[in-house]
């Protein structure tokens, strides 16, 4: 059954210029855009983004590395596409957690400089679709 699940390219995969090889990695698995857009995300998009991570200690400096410039956002749909997109990126830390063949692990160091995000439930997808594309038709 066909899903939908929110996906980001973090600043530092704009920054260096990886926004077409996770757009292409994501095609090539045969899940379908929806929907894809550059921009700057304010400092309150991204507590509600991330609100599950409120009181931790990195949250403060995972606010400021989301808002320190643009990223891309993007609704990936097809068949288990939540699963799908976290396959593709590998574990949140690139080195101990990701495996080479993923995003992080073929191209990130460091836990929090780790290129792309996924929607990590059908809930959470439901909540992060609504918060970067509250005008996208079901
Ligand atoms: P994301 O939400 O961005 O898709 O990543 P994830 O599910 O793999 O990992 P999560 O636990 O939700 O953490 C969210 C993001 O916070 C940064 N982080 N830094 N310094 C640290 O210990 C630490 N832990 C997490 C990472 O950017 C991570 O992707
Ligand atoms: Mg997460």
New binding site residues.
Partial sequence: MSERTLVLVKPDGVARGLVGEVISRIERKGLKLVALELRNVERGVAEQH?AE?DGKP?FGS?LDFITSGPLVAAVVEGTRAIPAFRQLAGG?DPVEKATPGTIRGDFALE??F?LV??S?SPESAAREIKLWFPNLAG
């Fill in positions: 991330y991570h990195f995972l949140t836990t929090q780790n995000h996924g990590d």
